[in-house]
């Protein structure tokens, strides 16, 4: 019955119009926070497809369901919706792609990922985070010789390193080595979760 009803709501209103009569029906969200809402609807409603679906991905890394956003984002550089996005975009997707792969797969993956997007972006976030890859696969010559290719001063250079060394020194491990395998899986399933 609930169903139905709902279902005629959804055919005679718009989906802007049934969130808004949801939210203010549950007396929890004020006003402006509703507002909001609709102003971001708003925003997305005007968008090209292509667009959509990169806020869709980009949603499921924000929000670490790591395996949804790899999917979403090969659709969107697989597909025909490709061809839609400047270099810059494409490899803002890359690097989103990459940090996706760090975290349901393989710092190799990454790398590659990270590596074709600065190709593409010029971001220095986006070679940042490609030389991290490097160090955390012990590619120490190759961190260099890559420093040098993208023209990093040493002082970055330097820089980089000593974040990889801290953000090492901060990891501790309290679990033994299957309880930390277990809940690795278990975060890998949840990400792929459907």
Do not use: W
């Amino acid at each position: 019955m609930a169903k139905k009803i709902t279902e005629e709501i959804a055919q005679s209103a718009g989906l802007k119009d049934l969130v808004v009569t949801i939210l203010c029906g549950c007396d929890y969200y004020k006003e402006e926070e509703i507002r909001k809402l609709i102003a971001v609807m708003d925003g997305i409603a005007n968008l090209p497809l292509h667009k959509r679906k990169k806020i869709k991905a980009d949603n499921f890394l924000r929000a670490g369901m790591y395996g949804k956003s790899l999917l979403e984002y090969r659709k969107l550089l697989q597909g025909g919706l490709a061809m839609n996005f400047t270099a810059g975009e494409y490899g803002d997707i890359l690097h989103n792609q990459g940090i996706a792969h760090f975290y349901t797969s393989s710092f190799a993956r990454a790398e590659k990922d990270f590596k074709e997007a600065y190709a593409r972006n010029g971001s220095r976030d986006t070679l940042r985070h490609y030389l991290y890859c490097l160090l955390l696969q012990k590619k120490d010559e190759a961190f260099g010789k890559e420093c040098v290719r993208y023209g990093v001063s040493s002082e970055e250079a330097q820089n980089v390193e000593s974040h990889y060394k801290e953000a090492c020194l901060s990891v501790q491990v309290t679990n033994t080595g299957a309880e930390v395998l277990e809940q690795y899986k278990e975060e890998l399933r949840q990400s792929f979760a459907f």
